[in-house]
């Protein structure tokens, strides 16, 4: 009988230590990605060289607009539809679509629950030896 309640509070002990450790793990999802998949996401400024390169026939105007992160790692970027991932630790972020030349990989800046800032520098078409610092900024709709 002995043996009996020993195995049973023996038993009682690991199944509480293990609801105990599953209550408390996370999702396994970090604070960044939650932060850019719970959100959809509106343009604030999109700079070339710092300046404004979103308006009409500018190259940053297809960019203009929302973006929404998804958390199976697809999205829309303004007019772009693709994949989106993390990389570096989360401190980059990558974009590649059908519609672009080549993927776009960022270096994240801010990310919270209100504010998304990434900055990259891309091939310029027109002097190659001169990269575009291009700076892309978003309010949290």
Do not use: Y
């Amino acid at each position: 009988m002995k043996n009996n309640f020993r195995k049973i509070l023996l038993i009682s002990i690991i199944i509480s230590v293990f609801a105990a450790i599953t209550s408390c793990q996370k999702d396994g999802a970090s604070d960044r990605f939650k932060n850019l998949t719970d959100n959809i996401w509106l343009s604030d400024s999109l700079l070339v060289n710092g300046q404004d390169a979103s308006g009409g026939g500018q190259i940053l105007e297809p960019f203009r607009g929302e973006a929404i992160f998804k958390k199976d790692g697809t999205g829309t970027f303004g007019n772009f539809a693709g994949t989106w991932r993390f990389a570096q630790n989360e401190t980059e972020l990558v974009i590649e679509s059908p519609g672009l030349p080549l993927p776009l990989s960022t270096r994240i800046h801010e990310l919270t629950a209100k504010s998304l800032k990434v900055s990259t520098s891309f091939p310029n078409p027109e002097n190659l030896a001169s990269p575009l610092q291009i700076r892309l900024t978003f309010k949290a709709k």
